[in-house]
């Protein structure tokens, strides 16, 4: 690049490039550590799949990147990113790199690695590999991994059943048995994880999964030391829900209050309209009680994540990856008009921490609406190093439809 290049005439010289890539059948891309508090913008990266999932683009993105860089905190939450995309028809696998920008790479970086299932070392073979999603990572890159569902090697489309009887087959590529999975995960939809299986062989083990609406699942294996591996997909054959979208509106907050029901203490910060506020439990969970004061039509609830700036958070002295380790993960939420018999409304598992996220569900009357958060990044990473997180929140909004 000439000194002076604009980045028009930078793209335009690179055009020819481009266009082989769009055409290319053979044309590879990855979600590059897809929730990094970033340098160069601020706050953190959201790649939207929920809008940015074309064809085409569905066709090329084939990679996830859970781990990537030096230190193994600073990957926390870029593994949600894998059950977004799956939930959004991309047909996806996991890599993970050493991102070294500097003279000597490969060295003194992360040992994570992409684990390619190919019969033999050669670019056709790790093309077809790669197009097919037979890859997968691990933060220690010493996990040799198989498995199967209902007789059928992973990663594969299987016939619809409501029964999936798991075999999985475990190794590695070198003696440490610190690195040993001891702790077995299977995600599906949405992010939940449907099974925990433990005290298993540690060369293999099998169960089962029961389920008449899954659409994929994956396995998300962690060792003693909570470092993590995650295996290839597998579709069950049903199809990409596309439930429309109503439009929503927030309400007017003014005369609001909201109060952590597990300690006792004032939230109404997460009311002000000031998301950059942000508001931390006092414990690793928290139950947040909005009183709207009055009854009312409600269709859904924003939660506006903790804003980061990293050059902020350098200046300010404050560890990026135990900062991260606050966002919320496992919520439920309830409703109710007397503020005693509460309705459950929606469980989930929080995914995109750049900006507000909107959890729906059908519009109903109610004056309390309460926001249970089980649990945070941190405690989720299964790392001893953040057992004591607690909860941020930056913003909450009740929403009607419009």
Not at 25 to 42: E, Y
Not at 236 to 261: C, N, Y
């Amino acid at each position: 690049m000439k000194e002076g290049t604009t980045i028009d005439e930078l793209y335009s010289e690179r055009a020819p490039l481009y266009e082989k890539y769009a055409d290319s059948p053979f044309a590879i891309s990855t979600l590059a550590h897809p929730q990094v508090v970033g340098s160069s913008t601020r706050g953190m990266w959201n790649f939207c799949l929920h809008k940015n999932n074309t064809p085409r683009l569905r066709q090329m993105v084939k990679l996830v990147e859970m781990g990537n860089g030096s230190d193994l905190r600073a990957n926390l939450i870029n593994e949600y990113v894998y059950s977004v995309a799956l939930d959004n028809g991309f047909k996806v696998s996991t890599s993970s790199s050493s991102d070294c920008h500097g003279p000597h790479w490969g060295y003194d970086c992360f040992d994570g690695k992409t684990i390619i299932m190919a019969p033999e070392k050669s670019k056709e073979a790790f093309t077809d590999a790669l197009l097919n999603n037979r890859v997968y990572a691990s933060f220690t890159g010493n996990v040799k991994l198989f498995y199967s569902v209902c007789g059928i090697a992973a990663p594969a489309t299987l016939p619809i059943t409501d029964r999936y009887d798991f075999h999985v087959e475990l190794g590695s590529f070198y003696e440490d048995a610190s690195t040993v999975p001891v702790k077995c995960q299977v995600i599906s939809d949405y992010g939940m994880c449907v099974k925990t299986v433990e005290n298993f062989n540690p060369s293999g083990f099998d169960f089962t999964v029961e389920s008449d609406t899954a659409r994929y699942f994956y396995l998300r294996l962690l060792d003693s030391e909570g470092r993590k591996t995650w295996s290839p997909p597998v579709f069950t054959g049903r199809a990409i829900d596309k439930s429309t979208q109503d439009v929503l509106v927030p309400l007017e907050k003014t005369g609001f209050t909201a109060v952590d029901e597990s300690s006792g203490a004032e939230a109404s910060s997460l009311l002000n309209g000031k998301p950059e506020d942000t508001w931390f439990s006092q414990g690793t969970t928290c139950s947040i009680v909005i009183d709207m004061k009055k009854e009312q039509q409600i269709a859904g609830l924003g939660v506006y994540h903790q804003m980061f700036d990293k050059m902020q958070l350098i200046a300010d002295g404050v560890d990026m990856h135990l900062a991260l380790s606050h966002l919320p993960y496992a919520y439920r939420i309830s409703t109710s008009v007397d503020g005693k018999a509460d309705t459950h409304q929606t469980t989930g598992v929080f995914r995109i921490f750049s900006g507000e996220d909107v959890i729906r569900f059908p519009q109903h009357p109610a004056r309390f609406v309460k926001l249970e958060i089980f649990s945070t990044v941190g405690v989720n990473s299964g790392r001893g190093l953040y057992d004591d997180a607690n909860v941020s929140v930056a913003e909450l909004t009740v929403y009607r439809k419009a």
